[in-house]
């Protein structure tokens, strides 16, 4: 075979790895998009499910669209070490940036309509490693699927006024949430509320034992209960106003507690409880120091990813934390492509 044979031959081999490499890429992204089957469950479709019949609020996240920053720190107790390996949950003090915000893909959205309030956490340690959660009020999730969840999302948004009650028809899990929906109180403030991991993760010591487990911020300020017309002559932001009164007044505390799962409680379904009787451990406290609104504040290019976790943290068998992971992505790049539509400052609206 004669050099120039090999060269060609070189080049040729070149070429379709290339093609193999970019074919490879391109169905890829294909199926991540749904077009190869398009009855699955993408992120794009979770995504679009939460805009509303008016249309996405441009430029903020797809859901949970209202929110306020705040600054703090998370004074770990060192009793989470024996759990995790994670180097926040050793004895010390770390920074917070969090979001209290509304579970709703109205950015407007008045205050008192909406039952489902979060927060959004990121601390982090010197090192580098970050730990982020998304949590709410809820004790438990809605539904146990991914399929319900986009299912309620759709008939949420849809026009036909039977699509709720076809909904619940299908899945009448829930009802349970519904139950809780009617039941629960309403608070006047963010500082008063119990936020909750929901989804299960699992927390590795230092001799490697694993150990699954949820997490809840517990405020240090008692819950004081409104009724929700009592609420709604307080304003369509009253939140935000109260929580940067109160945390004007002084900080306020959420004690940050871990459940540990007892063998054969489930940790794949979100939507049940784990029973009474498991080990709870307090790790440390949770200290808002500072509110700043959102469109400057620090928490506005924060995706509050859930599978971001430090070492010693993982996620478990849930499937709900991969898939907000995959929507937080795709919310994240929509509202950063539609950036001209964000106000810059606290006092500009959207056009």
Same mark, same amino acid.
């Given at each position: ?64 669209? &209202? ?79 991914? &399929? ?84 709604? &002559? ?45 080990? &709870? ?71």
């Amino acid at each position: 075979m004669t050099s120039d044979q090999t060269t060609r031959r070189s080049v040729l081999a070149r070429m379709i790895l290339i093609a193999v490499v970019i074919g490879a890429a391109a169905a890829a992204f294909a199926y991540t998009a749904g077009w190869l089957s398009p009855n699955r469950l993408t992120p794009n479709a979770i995504v679009d499910a939460f805009a509303p019949p008016g249309g996405p609020a441009l430029g903020h996240r797809r859901n949970h669209a &209202k929110g306020i920053c705040f600054t703090g720190v998370f004074e770990a107790n060192g009793a989470g070490s024996t759990l995790s390996s994670a180097p926040m949950l050793r004895p010390g003090e770390y920074p917070v940036i969090g979001r209290f915000n509304l579970g709703s893909p109205d950015a407007h959205v008045q205050d008192a309509t909406e039952r489902v309030r979060g927060v959004g956490l990121q601390i982090s340690e010197p090192g580098g490693e970050v730990w982020r959660m998304a949590m709410l009020d809820l004790p438990f999730f809605p539904v146990s699927t991914l &399929k319900a969840f986009h299912a309620l999302q759709v008939a949420a948004g849809a026009k036909d006024p039977n699509a709720m009650k076809d909904f619940i028809a299908t899945y009448p899990e829930f009802a349970h949430f519904g139950a809780w929906a009617h039941a629960a109180p309403w608070t006047g403030s963010y500082a008063e509320e119990t936020y909750n991991s929901l989804d299960s993760f699992i927390f590795t010591d230092a001799s490697g034992t694993a150990h699954p487990v949820r997490w809840s911020l517990v405020p240090a300020a008692a819950a004081v209960p409104v009724p929700p017309e009592e609420l709604a &002559k307080r304003g369509a932001d009253f939140l935000e106003e109260e929580i940067v009164q109160r945390v004007k007044t002084a900080p306020q505390q959420w004690t940050l507690v871990v459940t540990v799962a007892n063998a054969g409680d489930p940790t794949a379904d979100p939507s049940r409880t784990w029973p009474e009787g498991r080990s &709870k451990i307090d790790v440390g406290t949770v200290i808002v120091r500072d509110i700043e609104p959102e469109p400057d504040g620090p928490c506005r290019d924060i995706n509050y990813d859930p599978t971001v976790l430090p070492k010693g943290i993982g996620i478990s068998d849930d499937p709900f934390p991969a898939a907000r992971s995959s929507a937080y992505r795709r919310s994240f790049d929509l509202r950063s492509a539609e950036a001209k539509y964000y106000p810059h400052t606290a006092s500009e609206t959207t056009p």
